[in-house]
């Protein structure tokens, strides 16, 4: 026994001053810098969410009780809004799980002033979702225009982008924008009016995108989800022109899916897999601009039963969608991304294994005297110093940037339900930085050797970056990230509407007396 305390000691001394090289302290320091640079992203993204919070408030006060609508109380004015363009909502749906109906109400109930279609897309009336959504337009029937639209199995793309496609085929010949939006996106009122606002404003916008604000359920494959979403969010937080595309809220010009500008059709139809990477390639191939206003943020409320495998199952799709692309110069982007990320990943995970050993070295150092010669001649408790206070850093600029979408959130729906931040367990947080950033370059390799994922019951194999092979195994009761009964039980949503004041603004939106103010 006291041999192999020894041997464990010689090891902790070892390791502890091997940790002190130049090479480890490199690591280190570079873990520290990677902290205080997600810090200082996180910083200037609540700074662009508060100053859009700001505007609202001062036009409250200047008498705008419907700031979380426009700017300008005079644009809700008959007038005004007879002359807003039509836009058809298209939303792709597969399986019914427990925050979707409240999801495609807020879509449904939008209080955008134009003419708007919503079109639902399944692949058979055999998918719950049919029969959910199906009912829910009935309730509904008399107050919106919208249809549920059967695309049928896709062969040569994602079954999502097939979906898409359907429902830009089926849109109003006189729709101007598209809107694509995921069933798990939960809109504002006033979403769509700020998009179209926003296109009617700056004609040479070619995508206008959001992103999604999740609200984990408890476990640590929904933190692990938030964690992974929130670097990304400083990418969406400039408050217009940016790189990033989120599929799960895009509009585009009806005419550029009409006439196939760029290829945009042809590129999704013929191999697609990710709707928002072929996209955003296709924008940068063309130098088309992508925008992202300030108010696009949406919550996103994470299934309660939400699995660890689940969310590595949402991991693997994650990362697989950087083994597809349309183009060499997409290809040498994605493998850009591949590298950086998963360095970046590591590189952020190794200063706290190292820091992990210099504490325990330092616990140890009473009790060993070679230990305690290890720690005395080391700098280990120093960096584990500076590392902690960059990763509190880091943490309250997190902690600060969810707190402000969250107020805008809230104040963007004012009838909506409340979003807290007290449900959130900071320990689980800090946790799942670490399991996520571990397990990306994982799952990163695993994609690019196996080339195939499975999601949502339905595998896709990939050659030179486009879908080759579909296999539909039906295997799956659930999808990854929802938590869906997919081909279970069929679940019927109530009639009782849970937005009863909101539909009944929908009702009335279209009478000229409603904008005599």
């Known amino acids: 026994m006291a041999a192999m305390e020894a041997a464990a000691d010689a090891v ?37 969410r508060k100053k859009e919070i700001r505007r609202m408030r001062r036009r409250i006060v200047d008498g705008n009780s419907f700031a979380f609508l426009c700017d300008d109380v005079n644009e809700l004015e008959h007038s005004v809004q007879e002359k807003l363009p039509r836009v058809s909502v298209i939303m792709p749906l597969k399986g019914f799980g427990e925050h979707n109906l409240q999801n495609w109400r807020t879509q449904i109930t939008s209080l955008y002033g ?60 006189d729709s101007k924008y598209v809107l694509f939006l995921d069933d798990d996106v939960r809109l504002h009122p006033g979403t769509i009016g700020a998009l179209t606002k926003e ?12 992103y999604p604000l999740d609200l984990p359920s408890g476990s640590l494959g929904s933190y692990c989800i938030y964690e992974y979403h929130m670097p990304c969010s400083i990418g969406f937080a400039t408050g217009g022109k940016t790189f990033f595309l989120w599929g799960g809220c895009m509009m585009m010009h009806a005419d550029d899916f009409r006439q196939d500008l760029y290829g945009v059709v042809s590129g999704l139809r013929d191999g697609g897999y990710s709707d928002d990477m072929t996209l955003a390639a296709i924008a940068g191939q ?55 990320h998963c360095y970046l990943s590591w590189g952020f995970v190794w200063p706290y294994i190292m820091a992990l050993v210099h504490v325990v070295v330092a616990l140890r150092a009473p009790y060993s005297e070679i230990v305690k010669d290890a720690s005395n001649s080391s700098c280990g408790l120093k960096l584990v110093c500076c590392l902690l206070i960059c990763t509190l850093t880091e943490l309250v600029s997190m902690w600060n940037l969810t707190k402000v979408e969250i107020q805008l959130c809230n104040m963007l729906s004012p009838e909506g339900p409340k979003v807290s931040l007290g449900s959130y367990n900071w320990g689980l947080v800090f946790i799942a930085v670490l399991v996520d950033n571990f397990l990306y370059p994982i799952s990163a390799f695993r994609s690019h050797f196996s080339q195939s994922i499975n999601w949502s019951g339905i595998r896709y194999h990939l050659k030179d970056g486009k879908i080759s092979k579909i296999e539909r195994e039906n295997k799956l009761k659930y999808t990854d990230l929802g938590g869906k009964h997919l081909y279970g039980k069929r679940t019927y949503p109530s009639k009782t509407s849970l937005l009863g004041y909101l539909s009944r603004t929908v009702a009335q939106w279209h009478q000229p007396k409603k904008y005599d103010v």
């Open 12 to 48: 902790l001394a070892a390791a502890s001053r091997a940790f002190c090289g130049p090479a480890a302290v490199f690591i280190q320091i570079q873990g520290c810098l990677i902290c205080l640079t997600l810090g200082l992203g996180w910083a200037v993204a609540a700074l662009v």
């Open 114 to 173: 134009g003419p708007l279609e919503f079109l639902f897309v399944v692949e058979s009336k055999d998918d719950p979702a049919y029969h959910a959504v199906s009912r829910l337009i009935a309730e509904y029937k008399d107050k919106l225009e919208a249809k549920v639209v059967v695309a049928g199995l896709s062969t040569t793309c994602s079954q999502k982008i097939h979906n898409q496609l359907i429902g830009v085929e089926k849109m109003h010949k």
């Open 199 to 210: 296109m009617e404003k700056n004609p040479e916008i070619f995508i206008q995108t959001g």
């Open 286 to 340: 063309h130098k088309r601009l992508i925008s992202s206003p300030p108010v696009a943020v949406f919550p996103h409320p994470l299934s309660s039963d939400l699995s660890f495998s689940r969310y590595w199952n949402y991991l693997r799709k994650q990362t697989f969608v950087l083994e597809s692309y349309v183009s060499k110069v997409n290809w040498m982007m994605n493998r850009a991304l591949f590298a950086s």
